[in-house]
Each structure stands twice: as C-alpha cells, then as structure tokens.
C-alpha cells in the first residue's frame, strides 16, 4: 500500500513544531490549536515512519506504540535522531502481551519501561512469535533508548477525548 501525498492545503508551519513542546495539556487553550495538524508533512519534511504491513500477526498493538515511538523520538530531535525500533522485540520478548495473539500499547509501554528499547536491525520482524532469544547482543549499540512515562491519556482505559489527544500531540 502506498500512503496518499498530503494535500498541500494541510503542510503544517515548521514554526508551530515547538509552540507547545512540553506544555502540560491542561494549560493548552484548545482554541489555539491550528485545525490541520499533520506530522508526515511539517514544512515539506516528515517525522513519521513510513507505514509497514504487519502480515498475518496480530501486533497492531505493538506496531502502533512502536510507531508513535520513533515519531515521538524524531519530534523530540527536530528530526535529527531517526532510529528505527524492533517491533519484533516487544512481540517476542513482552511477557505482558500475547505475542501475535495480540495485546495492548500500555502494556508495550510498561514492557519498554522497564526493558530497552532496541534498534530495528537487532531483531528484524518476522510476522511470527520469533524466539526472544533471536534478539542481537544490543549491549553493542552506544545509545540507549527506553519509555520514561506511559498510561492512559485521560486516567484510564476510554477516559480520553478528541481535544485531549490533540493537546497531547502538540505537547508530546
């Protein structure tokens, strides 16, 4: 599948990047918040990902946290840092989820807390429930990545709303 090219009406202003960096997301007025807001085309320049298929295993949940991650991470270095994480790891390693049986992002999240977040090249995806110890030696890798904060936005499971989530990726 091929990702449409944004419309060009929606190239958001490279000058609102750092507007609300930081800013806890009950002082953003939602009335100052631009109506488009695209991260794939920020002055002509993208900090996302390139989507990827993930096959016949059930690892959208860790495909989303993995995604957000390395955009987070982009956001975060002015697109300098572009490091592609495992999403084999968290599949075949997380003993909080299933696996391609399935699972959930806060608990991609908690695993990764706790563990590193390893680079993609260290264990390559596989659409399968690959051994955990397939992984490379990433002790190798100098830099280190790992989530300092993960939950619910809102609180809890379906506390959240379309306002916050968008505060929450102007802010984050």
């Given at each position: 599948?091929?990702?449409?090219e944004p419309?060009?009406?929606?190239v958001?202003?490279p000058?609102?990047?750092?507007?609300?960096i930081?800013?806890p997301?009950?002082?953003?007025?939602?009335?100052?918040?631009p109506?488009?807001?695209d991260?794939?085309?920020?002055g002509g320049?993208?900090y996302v990902?390139?989507?990827?298929?993930?096959?016949?295993?059930?690892?959208?949940y860790t495909?989303?946290t993995?995604?957000?991650?390395?955009?987070?991470l982009?956001?975060?270095?002015h697109?300098k840092?572009?490091?592609?994480?495992?999403?084999?790891f968290p599949i075949?390693?997380?003993?909080?989820s299933e696996?391609?049986d399935g699972?959930?992002p806060?608990?991609?999240?908690?695993?990764?807390s706790e563990?590193?977040i390893?680079?993609?090249?260290?264990f390559?995806y596989?659409?399968?429930?690959?051994?955990?110890?397939?992984?490379?030696d990433?002790?190798?890798y100098?830099?280190?990545?790992i989530?300092?904060?993960?939950g619910?936005?809102g609180?809890?499971?379906?506390?959240?709303?379309e306002?916050?989530?968008m505060?929450?990726?102007?802010a984050?």
């Amino acid at each position: 599948h091929r990702t449409p090219e944004p419309d060009s009406q929606y190239v958001t202003d490279p000058n609102e990047i750092t507007k609300y960096i930081n800013t806890p997301i009950n002082e953003i007025d939602e009335k100052t918040l631009p109506l488009n807001w695209d991260w794939r085309n920020v002055g002509g320049e993208s900090y996302v990902s390139e989507p990827e298929e993930q096959g016949d295993c059930g690892s959208c949940y860790t495909f989303s946290t993995i995604f957000s991650l390395e955009s987070r991470l982009r956001v975060k270095t002015h697109n300098k840092d572009k490091t592609r994480f495992s999403i084999q790891f968290p599949i075949s390693c997380n003993f909080y989820s299933e696996g391609c049986d399935g699972g959930y992002p806060i608990l991609v999240g908690k695993f990764l807390s706790e563990f590193e977040i390893i680079p993609r090249e260290c264990f390559e995806y596989t659409q399968s429930n690959n051994k955990c110890s397939n992984v490379c030696d990433y002790e190798q890798y100098p830099k280190k990545y790992i989530v300092s904060d993960y939950g619910y936005l809102g609180g809890f499971y379906g506390g959240t709303s379309e306002v916050m989530m968008m505060k929450e990726i102007r802010a984050r």
